[in-house]
């Protein structure tokens, strides 16, 4: 299974003999077959035929628009599970106060977890910035205490927010200063780095959501984040313990120099990762996302657990069904 990116002006794409076929300026310039294929990623000025929408609903394939120069994401899920017992079960659960305080307060404590864990590993790292990265540890431990604290969600929030600050603080220590990262920003987002983490946020959320649909559970109908107009909130209810690991590939990515400040670029519209950059970016991705899709495969079986404990457990994994024809050979360069 493997993730598809199109990032390329002027591509039209159509389905051919169970597989994707691309054309430019006319002409046929490769195909993909779409059995090993679970995720579609589009940027750029695409174009597809409806009949290529219908083959990858039927397979469960998903599929994420970046569209304009912000990539501002929509996604549109596949086939949908036939086993509404799931969102039945998950709607009643949001009405209950006391069991959407519980679990948020495990996805907070989660969190907070994971991030004092890296932490204590970016001290070893990092020998040089021992003392900021001590004292934003010190920091979060003491959040991590207050949490059986907050009595409702909006009180959670507000300590989230306050290790967030904490934690952003901490992680501008061991970040090149040629970023010029001071804090959390986005929507746009106003420098390298915010670019990077928040173009990881979003592939996360959609992949959660993707992950979430399968299994049988709307994306939409979460427990921590409130239920807003075309958000997936149940998908950024799980990203939250996962963000960690998520800063951790990104903080990688600029430690390596496998992207730095050259391919961003600034204007008045906010900070956007170029197309070089991003060529580069989705090739890591893919590299590092392992451990991630496990995780959220795990995230989405304790959610099921929690949700709907008399029913089976829930399939986390695209599973197409064979295609009826012979699948493209060729690949695009």
């Known amino acids: 299974m493997t993730s598809l990116y199109v990032d390329r002006r002027d591509i039209h794409l159509q389905h051919d003999a169970g597989a994707i076929a691309f054309y430019e300026n006319g002409q046929r310039s490769a195909t993909v077959p779409l059995a ?26 998903g599929l994420l628009f970046l569209s304009g120069r912000q990539g501002r994401p929509s996604l549109l899920l596949g086939r949908a599970h036939h086993d509404t ?32 864990q890296w932490f204590e590993q970016l001290r070893t790292r990092y020998p040089s910035q021992r003392l900021p990265l001590t004292h934003t540890l010190r920091q979060l431990r ?27 603080a901490g992680l501008r220590a061991v970040l090149p200063p040629s970023l010029g990262f001071t804090e959390r920003n986005r929507r746009p987002p106003r420098d390298p780095f915010n670019a990077l983490i928040s173009l990881t946020y979003t592939l996360l959320t959609a992949e959660i959501a993707m ?20 958000r997936e909130s149940l998908a950024c209810d799980l990203l939250e313990p996962l963000r960690p690991q998520a800063d951790a590939l ?3 990515l600029v430690a390596s120099q496998t992207l730095t400040a050259d391919h961003f670029n600034t204007t008045d519209a906010g900070c956007l990762l170029g197309k070089a950059g991003r060529t580069r970016y989705y090739a890591a991705y893919e590299e590092g996302a392992a451990p991630l899709r496990r995780a959220i495969a795990d995230r989405v079986r304790d959610l099921a657990r929690r949700v709907s404990p008399d029913l089976p457990e829930p399939d986390t994994e695209l599973s197409p069904p064979p295609a009826d024809d012979a699948p493209a050979t060729s690949w695009p360069a």
């Open 36 to 61: 090993p294929i679970t995720r579609v990623i589009l940027r750029g000025k695409v174009t597809l035929e409806a009949s290529l929408l219908g083959h990858l609903g039927e397979r469960g394939i």
């Open 211 to 230: 992950a979430l649909h399968i299994a049988g559970y709307d994306p939409c109908i979460g427990y921590y984040h409130r239920l807003s107009q075309g």
């Open 250 to 252: 990104c903080l990688n």
């Open 85 to 116: 017992r799931r969102r039945v079960a998950q709607t009643r659960r949001s009405l209950d106060p006391v069991f959407c305080l519980d679990y948020a307060r495990q996805l907070v404590g989660d969190k907070l977890e994971g991030q004092a």
């Open 142 to 168: 003491e959040h991590q205490q207050r949490l059986p604290q907050a009595a409702r969600l909006d009180s959670l929030r507000g300590l989230e927010g306050a290790a967030a600050a904490s934690y952003f």
